[in-house]
């Protein structure tokens, strides 16, 4: 039962330049390189500002240059609510301004959304 502390195991290590043992076959060198499947591409989190910027898009794995859509946020509708109370005829105004609201950036490619810049 002991046995197989005694003797320790073959060693791993093969000598590349050593031939192969009989049965297996060493293709020649080839131009092309082999494909080797290195796994899912990570895309590191991208901090979005509030102008377009370029990126690989983690849907389509495309480099991009996002697309911005602003969107009114709570905050908007409670400057136009002020302004509502102060003046109303600016009341509309925090709907016009990128300043009072979130930009959104999109994947032109697939249409993805990928981040926001919160003023
Ligand atoms: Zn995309």
């Not at 509502?84 to 925090?94: K, R, S």
Request: proline share 16%; glycine share 6%; hydrophobic share 30%.
């Amino acid at each position: 039962m002991e046995d197989y502390k005694k003797t320790p195991p073959p060693p791993y290590s093969v000598d590349a330049n050593s031939p192969p043992p009989p049965g297996f076959y060493i293709p020649p060198d080839q131009d092309v390189p082999p494909q080797v499947y290195v796994g899912e591409i990570r895309v590191a989190p991208v901090r979005f500002g509030p102008e377009s910027q370029r990126c690989v898009c983690p849907h389509c794995r495309q480099g991009i240059q996002t697309q911005i859509k602003a969107e009114p946020t709570g905050r908007t509708h409670l400057y136009a609510l002020a302004l509502l109370c102060l003046f109303w005829p600016c009341m509309c105004l925090p709907y016009f301004m990128d300043s009072c609201q979130n930009q959104n950036h999109y994947c032109p490619n697939c249409g993805a959304y990928l981040g926001v810049y919160e003023n």
